[in-house]
C-alpha cells in the first residue's frame, strides 16, 4: 500500500473555488453548465495526471473519463466516473503510485469517485463480462496522457459491442426491465427517482447504447429535450439538497421549482412527467424493433432455405378498412389515404388495441402529420371506433400512449390537454390524472357485460375526472365540459344527458354509501332525484366500481363495494316504480310494406340496400356510415340465424339490427304474416357484396343447401382472427317486466364474427319464436334483447323456462 502523497494546496483549493463560483452563477443552468463543469474538472484531474506521471516516471498511459463524465454531463453532485488506461510497460508499482496521487486529491475535496486502473485488455475483458462496465465505456472521452491509448479503446470497444449485440442487448432489456419493476414509472410517482424508474436517465443512456449497436435506434424527435429536462430537474435537486441524490422528495419539489424558475411545485411534476413519458414511449419503440430485428436474424436463415434461397415476403394481414398487420405490428394499408379518410387514425388504433398489437411509430406519425380534423359532430363511425378503443381491455393502455406521444389525442379531444401529465397530490391515487381516466375505461371495460349502454359507460369512464385542473369542484367542472365533449363526438341529447349527470355525480353513490344512513329514506330518495332513472344507475354504479379501481389499491374493497351494491338496490327499487311501459311497435314505412307485400306475393326474400349518410363535408360530399339493408320474407323458422349467417360469411359487421313479425291489412288482399328485418351493416374491408349475391346465398340458407355453420368455421380455422385482451364473459338474463306478449332475453357479449348467427341458431334450437329482435353493436360490445314467444301457442315463456333458456343461451356462448 503506497502513502498518500503530499500535495500542494493550491491546485485543489483553486479547484474548489472554481467550482463553487460555477455552481452559484445564476446566469449559466442546464447544458451550458454541465459543459463547463465537465471542462474545469478535465482541467483539474488533467494537471494532477500529468504531473503525477512525471513524477511517477511512466509513459503509455492516459486518464479517461467514462460514464456521465465521459458524455461532459457533470451534475453538481454527480461522481467522477475515471479509467487510468496503460499499455502494460510500467510496474505495477509506478501505476499504483500514479493512481493515487490521481485519486487522493478528489477524494480530499470530498467528491465522489468511480475509479479503476487496467489496460485495454482488461479493460475489454470486464467489458464482455460485466454489463455495466461495457456501458460505461461506450461514452469515454480523452482527459490527458497518450491519445492513441484512449483512440485504440474506444474503436475496439465500440466493435466489440456491435459484434456483441444480439447477445447483450437482450441482456440490457433485461436490466431495463428488472430495474424498473424495482423503480416503478417516473412519469407516475409523487417521488420519483430521476436516474432509476422507467423513463429516467438510465433508460435515455440505455437509448444511446442501443443506437451505438446499429442494430436498432430511438425515435429521436423530444428524446434530447426530455434528457435535457430531466438533467436539470437533477442539477437544481443536487444544489437544494446539497446531496448527490436521484429522489425528488415531496419536501424538497417547491425548492427544486423555485431553482428552475417554475411556478411550483405542480408543474415540476408535469415537465418531468412529460420528459418521462417521452423517454419511456421512445424505450418502448425501441424495444420493440431489436427484438424484431433480431428475431428477423434468427429466423432468416431457416426460411432461405425453406424458400430455396429466395428472401422471405412478409405476410400482411387486413384488421380493417385502411389497417393491416405486419410483422407484428399495426401499420397502415398501402391503399390507405389519411389525407382523405379522418377516421383512419381511431380505426387504426381501435384495430390495434383489439388484436392486442402495437401500432408502428411510422404508421402513427404519418397519420399525425396527414390526417384531416374531424367534422363536428363525429361521424357514427368515428364515434363507435373510439368505443371499441376504450373497450379493448389492458391493451387500449400501449396504442393510447403512442396516439398520445404524437399529439393525436389532443387532436381528437382537446379537453385532454389540461390533463395530460398532471399530478394528482393525493396519495390514495397511483396514476397521474390522464392516465387514471384511461385505467378507468379499461376497468369499465370488464364492466360493460353489466349495463344497458356499454359506450355510455366506457366515454364517461374516460370523462369523469375531466374537470381536473379547472378551478372549483372537479365534478361541476367536468359536467360543463363533458357536455361539450358528448356533443363534439356525436351524442344525441340524451346521451348528452346522461354523460353529464355521470361525470357530475361520478362520487355520489361511493360517498353517500360511506358517509349517510341508508336506513333513512331521505337519503336513498335523494339519490334517486339526482340520478333520474334505472338505466343511468346502472351506469353510474359500473362507474363508481371502475373509478375506485383505477385510483388504486385502498380506494375500494369489498366492504365499499357491498355498501354501494346495497345503496344501488335501494334506489333502484325507488325507481322501478316510475318505469315507462312498452312502447307500440311503429308502423311499417311505405318501402317496408311494398318489400313485405312483394315478399309474401314471391314466397322468397326480397332484399333493398340503402347508403346512409350524414352531413355533408368540407368538399359537399355526404359521409358514408354505412348501408342499410332491408330484407322482407314470409314467416317461416331459421329466418335469423340464416340473415345473421349470410351477413357474416360476406364480412359484414352488424352496427345495428331490427327484426319483427308484420301482419299486412286484410284490404292488400295479401294473407299471411311476412318477417321485416331492418340491418345497419358495414364491411370490414373492401367494397360492399351486391345484392344479388347476398339474396341467392340467404334463399341457399333457408333451403338448407348452404351450411353456413360449416362456412364460418372454415374460414376461421384458415383465417384465425387475432385475439387481444381477454373479453368479459357473456352475460344473458331475463328482462324483468320487460314486455307483456313475449320474453324478453337480453344479450351482452363481446362482437364477433357470427355471433349473432350463434344465438339465432341456439334460440331456434330452444324451440322458441322469435317475436321480434333490437340489435345494437356499441364499439366492440353486443347488446341485444330478443322477445321470444313458445313455438306453439306464441306466448310468453313461463318464469322457468326462461331461466333455462338464459342459462342455456349463455353456456352456447361461453363454450
Known sequence: MTEKPEESESAPSGYAAARLRLLNEKTRSGPPRRSALSRLTDDWVGALFTSAAEAAGVRGAALVAVGGYGRGELSPRSDLDLLLLHDGSADAGAIASLADRVWYPVWDLGLALDHSVRTPGEARKTAGTDLKVQLGLLDARHVAGDLGLTTGLRTAVLADWRNAAPKRLPELYELCTERAERQGELQFLLEPDLKEARGGLRDATALRAVAASWLADAPREGLDGARRRLMDARDALHLVTGRATDRLALQEQDQVAAELGLLDADVLLRQVYEAARTVSYASDVTWREVNRVLKARSARPRLRTMLGGKPPVAERTPLAEGVVELEGEVVLARTAKPEKDPVLPLRAAAAAAQAGLPISLHAVRRLAGAVKPLPVPWPAEAREQLVTLLGAGESTIPVWEALEAEGLITQLLPDWERVRCRPQRNPVHTWTVDRHLVEAAVRASSLTRRVGRPDLLLVAALLHDIGKGWPGDHSVAGEVIARDVAARIGFDAAEVAVLATLVRHHLLLIETATRRDLDDPATVRSVADEVGSVSTLELLHALTEADALATG?????????????????????????????????????????????????????????????????????????????????????????????????????????????????????????????????????????QAARLRADLVRALDGSLDIRAKLAEREAAYPRRRGAQAPPPRVKVAAAGSRLATVIEVRAQDAPGLLHRIGRALEGAGVRVRSAHVSTLGANAVDAFYVTTGTEGAPLSGEAAVGLARSLEAELRG
Not at 340465424?641 to 359484414?652: E, N, S
Open 553 to 689: 389499491p385502498a380506494a375500494w374493497s369489498a366492504w365499499r363495494g357491498s355498501l354501494v351494491t346495497d345503496l344501488v338496490k335501494r334506489v333502484g327499487a325507488v325507481l322501478a316504480g316510475d318505469a315507462p311501459e312498452e312502447p307500440e311497435p311503429a308502423a311499417p314505412s311505405a318501402e317496408q310494406e311494398r318489400l313485405a307485400i312483394e315478399a309474401l306475393r314471391t314466397g322468397e326474400p326480397v332484399l333493398a340496400l340503402h347508403a346512409q349518410t350524414e352531413e355533408p363535408q368540407e368538399d359537399g360530399r355526404p359521409e358514408p356510415v354505412g348501408v342499410e339493408l332491408l330484407i322482407a320474407l314470409p314467416d317461416q323458422p331459421g329466418v335469423l340465424p340464416a340473415v345473421a349467417g349470410v351477413l357474416a360469411l360476406h364480412r359484414l359487421t352488424v352496427r345495428a339490427a331490427d327484426l319483427r313479425a308484420l301482419e299486412l291489412p286484410k284490404e292488400l288482399g295479401v294473407p299471411g304474416d311476412v318477417l321485416l328485418l331492418s340491418w345497419r351493416v358495414a364491411a370490414e374491408y373492401g367494397s360492399l357484396p
